[in-house]
């Protein structure tokens, strides 16, 4: 007698299927004063996030994080007075910010960082754990950016450095031009000339288990 077929799918015990988790959180605040002026979560832009990480694995010179860059276009006042938020630009691979206008460098490698020592990346991990952080570091010194009203008491939130969005931008070849990694949208900060804002970015990368299986 011919034996019957078993067609179920057998697991198979060597093959992995966890996945990544990556999230980030924003802190802006006044290394002086201690002032927090943002204290929130962040969004990933997942596509490029992906895109990004295959190639640092993989050993290739581009993809990696380069710079913070600062907006003024995710908000606006409607006519009741109520401050109204646009969404996050996660989708697409030519996403960015909605009006970028100011831009630091804080690869502490590279040869367009003008001052690494405060604005910079570095790699946390404690042994045993299975997530590491990325702490990216941006200080806005009080004569940066050029151009920027002397107090911070502006009533028109359209100025060019009252930032209401921010994202982490990759290498790609071209400075100022890179892939979007991350998004995050907030309540309007001015940067001024008497005051101090730093930025405390940190993106966490997680492996997790009993994932869905969508390998190829």
């Given at each position: 007698m011919e034996k019957s077929k078993d067609n179920t799918k057998k697991s198979n015990p060597s093959r992995d299927t966890g996945g990544i988790r990556a999230e980030g959180h924003l802190k802006i605040w006044d290394p002086e004063s201690k002032e927090v002026y943002v204290n929130q979560r962040n969004a990933i832009h997942y596509?490029?996030?992906?895109?990004?990480?295959?190639?640092?694995?993989?050993?290739?010179?581009?993809?990696?994080?380069?710079?913070?860059?600062?907006?003024?276009?995710?908000?606006?006042?409607?006519?009741?007075?109520?401050?109204?938020?646009?969404?996050?630009?996660?989708?697409?691979?030519?996403?960015?910010?909605?009006?970028?206008?100011?831009?630091?460098?804080?690869?502490?490698?590279?040869?367009?960082?003008?001052?690494?020592?405060?604005?910079?990346?570095?790699?946390?991990?404690?042994?045993?754990?299975?997530?590491?952080?990325?702490?990216?570091?941006?200080?806005?010194?009080?004569?940066?950016?050029?151009?920027?009203?002397?107090?911070?008491?502006?009533?028109?939130?359209?100025?060019?450095?009252?930032?209401?969005?921010?994202?982490i931008k990759s290498w790609t070849g071209t400075l100022g031009q890179g892939d979007l990694l991350t998004h995050v949208v907030f309540n309007p900060v001015q940067k001024s000339l008497n005051r101090l804002i730093q930025i405390d970015y940190t993106i966490r990368i997680q492996t997790l288990t009993n994932f869905v299986d969508n390998s190829i």
């Open positions: 596509e490029n996030f992906s895109y990004a990480l295959a190639n640092c694995l993989a050993n290739k010179d581009n993809r990696f994080i380069h710079e913070m860059h600062f907006g003024n276009g995710a908000s606006s006042v409607d006519p009741t007075g109520i401050l109204i938020y646009l969404p996050t630009n996660t989708t697409g691979t030519n996403a960015g910010l909605y009006n970028p206008t100011y831009y630091k460098v804080v690869d502490n490698r590279s040869v367009y960082n003008l001052d690494p020592t405060r604005n910079y990346t570095e790699v946390r991990h404690v042994t045993g754990q299975t997530y590491s952080d990325i702490l990216i570091t941006c200080l806005l010194d009080y004569g940066e950016p050029a151009g920027q009203d002397a107090f911070d008491n502006s009533t028109n939130m359209d100025g060019n450095y009252v930032f209401d969005e921010l994202g």
